[in-house]
């Protein structure tokens, strides 16, 4: 099952069998003040994530900032290196996919609100009929709550519900959207909000799915959403 999913994974993010040898870790860059600071973020985070082995995942990420200082490590990407390091052990792989995936992931974070274009978010998702909420605000919350970290706490700590989530929105950017939008419409009505009202957004964005039965709702009402949306790029 490991081997598959790294398969798939591999696939969606178009990575090549053979992989580049990983990059030295900088000891220049690890002096600098830019990654001491950065050091104190991954070690409160590391404290707060569960399931993830602290050395490992610490080697990853000063590899990643002393080999991409621009982006360095942010806050919330520890989500995303839990679920590679469930999917495999090889830290060549995990190294290289994290670089893949947070190319995809960056801009909705706060890379992309800092560099003053984030990604714009379809109408069909902020727009929706049951909403109430400046759409401003609710793109916002949309980008780092959900699609910045593939809904990395939004799955009850368990990769194994979070892993059919991925396998849908890893297909695209219409899926990630596609997926945001059944995700507002199941949580709002699970909640019995109505209408959805700004204080409301603290309580729908820290929901958490905590069963198959209800990652299979959402995912079967995201896979029509796609559907109904297909041309929309």
């Not at 960056?106 to 909403?131: C, E, I, Q, T």
Request: hydrophobic share 45%; with cysteine.
């Amino acid at each position: 099952m490991m081997d598959e999913r790294r398969v798939c994974i591999s696939r969606s993010l178009g990575m090549k069998r053979r992989l580049p040898v990983l990059p030295a870790i900088r000891r220049t860059y690890l002096a600098s003040e830019q990654w001491k600071a950065q050091d104190i973020v991954i070690h409160s985070d590391l404290n707060r994530t569960s399931n993830l082995s602290h050395p490992r995942a610490r080697r990853i990420m000063m590899r990643y900032a002393s080999h991409l200082p621009r982006c360095g490590y942010i806050q919330g990407q520890l989500y995303l290196l839990r679920v590679l390091f469930d999917v495999s052990n090889d830290e060549r792989w995990v190294f290289w996919a994290f670089v893949f995936l947070t190319i995809r992931t960056n801009p909705f974070g706060p890379l992309g609100f800092d560099s003053g274009d984030p990604p714009a978010l379809p109408h069909w998702v902020v727009d929706r009929a049951s909403l109430s909420v400046d759409a401003g605000l609710l793109s916002r919350f949309i980008s780092l709550r959900w699609a910045y970290i593939l809904w990395g706490q939004s799955c009850d700590d368990r990769n194994e519900l979070l892993w059919p989530v991925w396998n849908f929105v890893l297909r695209g950017r219409i899926h990630i959207m596609s997926f945001a939008a059944a995700m507002l419409d199941y949580v709002t009505d699970r909640l019995g909000l109505g209408m959805l009202e700004e204080g409301d957004l603290p309580f729908v964005f820290g929901y958490q799915l905590s069963s198959q039965e209800e990652v299979g709702k959402v995912l079967a009402e995201a896979q029509q959403i796609a559907i109904n949306h297909s041309t929309w790029k």
